[in-house]
């Protein structure tokens, strides 16, 4: 699917079985050009879940203009290619919420994740503020990149473990993770 965010054209992939996760992270990673002042690649990060699960459905992985949604309980199996994508020390994977996050994946799947990086500590240290480490996403792409991120409540509080996405919640999820590619990459100095 393809969604204008910001003023860019984001290809999204949608993957529920490890054929797809595989060639989707292939495609993710082959969008690597220059990595930021560390000379790492910036990857937003971010997992949704359906509130009554105790488990993450849905682990959304954006860099540039292409976005992953890949939907974990629907694996067959947990691929190597996603083991090795995540533990890549040099992709930094960035979020809001991310160490809760990563350490729920590597609880539920078993997922070790590389390099992970809070936004708003980021933000505090790069801007010389003590302000951000207190913001969600919303606010932080706000401030930071210009994005406006609406929330509608039919979309958050939808059912995430279905297998079949809504067009609605696949536009969510890849704003949410466009938002948080985007944030990382100019704190960081990206050029992704």
């Not at 050009?33 to 699960?53: I, T």
């Not at 992709?91 to 992970?116: H, M, N, P, W």
Request: proline share 2%.
């Amino acid at each position: 699917m393809k969604f204008k965010v910001n003023g860019i054209n984001i290809v999204t992939t949608v993957a529920n079985v490890s054929s797809l996760v595989t060639s989707s992270l292939n495609e993710l990673r082959s969008s690597f050009s220059f990595g930021n002042a560390n000379g790492k690649h910036v990857v937003g990060l971010d997992v949704q879940w359906k509130p009554n699960y105790s488990t993450y459905n849905n682990n959304k992985l954006c860099h540039g203009n292409r976005c992953v949604i890949i939907q974990l309980l629907y694996l067959d199996f947990i691929p190597n290619s996603l083991k090795s994508f995540l533990a890549d020390q040099s992709i930094d994977f960035l979020g809001v919420g991310i160490t809760e996050d990563l350490a729920k994946l590597r609880g539920d799947y078993g997922l070790q994740c590389g390099s992970g990086v809070e936004l708003g500590p980021l933000a505090d240290r790069v801007y010389g503020k003590h302000q951000y480490s207190r913001y969600g996403l919303v606010q932080l792409a706000r401030e930071i990149v210009g994005l406006v991120i609406e929330k509608p409540a039919s979309v958050v509080d939808s059912d995430w473990s279905a297998r079949g996405l809504t067009t609605e919640q696949i536009k969510y999820a890849t704003i949410d993770a466009y938002a948080s590619f985007a944030i990382g990459n100019k704190l960081l100095g990206g050029n992704n």
